[in-house]
């Protein structure tokens, strides 16, 4: 059965610094990876997506990810962060080869942007 | 182009009450999806529709949570009787056939149950 990982529930940075929220996740077939950003009381809003090609992917508010498939991660990253990007970030995958094509999140991190 | 509507925003009911939430997908959007998401964890899946069609209702608690999607257009979730665990938000989303299109998500329903 596969399953998501996000391995920190809380990532406090400072303004203009760098970030990386990490993701790992299981799934015996091939697979679909995204993030997904929910800022206070509102719904999930896309981020970025891996389907295939290559492994560096850009999104949007200048955030990118990086699929890995031997170590099986898909973290994402933002050179330099804003106060706008205080908001919970949901790692999810899709094994389209085994499923009817339903996401499955991961637990979510909470990135607190401080200036 | 318009998103997910999703209403009401916010329900407080007593335990035991029952409850029903209303969700309009994006226009010409297939699959429809309803997810749990409970304070401090990742939205759980609880069904999926294609067209008027259940597509994977396994991790619906069918003793009291029922959902339909008539006409394969709206789709309405009902709670009777409700519990405490119940709640939550709950999340609509909606996507076009293909699982590399990703989803486009209402922005849910608070539900609190006292």
């Known amino acids: 059965a596969q399953s998501v990982t996000q391995l920190d529930s809380q990532v406090p940075v400072f303004e203009e610094a760098p970030v990386e929220l990490r993701c790992n996740y299981s799934?015996?077939?091939?697979?679909?990876l995204f993030w997904y950003v929910q800022y206070p009381n509102q719904g999930l809003q896309l981020l970025l997506k891996?389907?295939?090609?290559?492994?560096l992917v850009k999104g949007i508010n200048g955030f990118e990810a990086e699929f890995n498939k031997s170590q099986t991660s898909f973290h994402l990253r933002k050179p330099s962060v804003h106060i706008s990007d205080t908001a919970e970030y949901f790692c999810?995958?899709?094994?389209?080869?085994?499923?009817?094509?339903?996401?499955?999140f991961g637990k979510g991190t909470k990135l607190s942007v401080k200036p | 182009e318009a998103g997910v509507a999703q209403s009401p925003r916010y329900k407080i009911i007593e335990k035991r009450q029952s409850v029903a939430f209303w969700c309009n997908p994006i226009?010409?959007?297939?699959?429809l999806y309803w997810y749990q998401q409970i304070l401090g964890q990742g939205p759980k899946l609880l069904i999926q529709f294609q067209n008027n069609g259940v597509v994977d209702d396994s991790q619906l608690p069918k003793d009291r949570f029922s959902a339909e999607r008539l006409k394969g257009v709206d789709s309405t979730l009902k709670i009777q009787p409700a519990k405490l665990e119940d709640s939550a938000v709950y999340l609509c989303a909606s996507s076009l056939d293909s699982a590399s299109y990703g989803y486009t998500f209402g922005s849910g329903t608070r539900l609190t149950v006292v």
């Open positions: 799934s015996s077939v091939s697979v679909y």
């Open positions: 226009s010409g959007h297939a699959t």
């Open positions: 891996y389907l295939s090609g290559s492994t």
């Open positions: 999810a995958v899709n094994d389209y080869g085994g499923s009817q094509g339903n996401l499955i």
